[in-house]
Nanobody, 118 residues
């Protein structure tokens, strides 16, 4: 079983930056990709960014492409999401995600809160 532990959320003013980190443990040899999703109050969980272990570059949803940067450390089974130019619409609980095994089963972290205040 893969366990994911997130860190780095918090309260930030508009235009500020935050860095979210996610560390995987247990069964990590089966990880195929890691990334982030988010869920704002009253909304469904949505994809933010991911990095396949076999890819050279991460993949972003449109709203994240210009302001967020996802990096990975395959050896350490971790990913880091650097978020810049934050806006109130970025307020959400951010969840780390891992795709595990050939069937790419989803594993989730417990979530970390990001609040962007104006």
């Amino acid at each position: 079983q893969v366990q994911l532990v997130e860190s780095g959320g918090g309260l930030v003013q508009v235009g500020g930056s935050l860095r979210l980190s996610c560390q995987a443990s247990g069964g990590t040899s089966q990880i195929r990709a890691m990334g982030w999703y988010r869920q704002a109050p009253g909304k469904e969980r949505e994809f933010v960014a991911s990095f396949s272990w076999s890819a050279d570059f991460p993949y972003y949803v449109d709203f994240a492409r210009e302001r967020f940067d996802l990096s990975r450390d395959v050896a350490k089974n971790s990913v880091t999401l650097q978020m810049n130019g934050l806006i109130p619409e970025d307020t959400a609980v951010y969840f780390c995600n891992a795709k595990v095994g050939d069937n790419r089963i989803d594993y989730w972290g417990q979530g970390t809160q990001v609040i962007v205040s104006s």
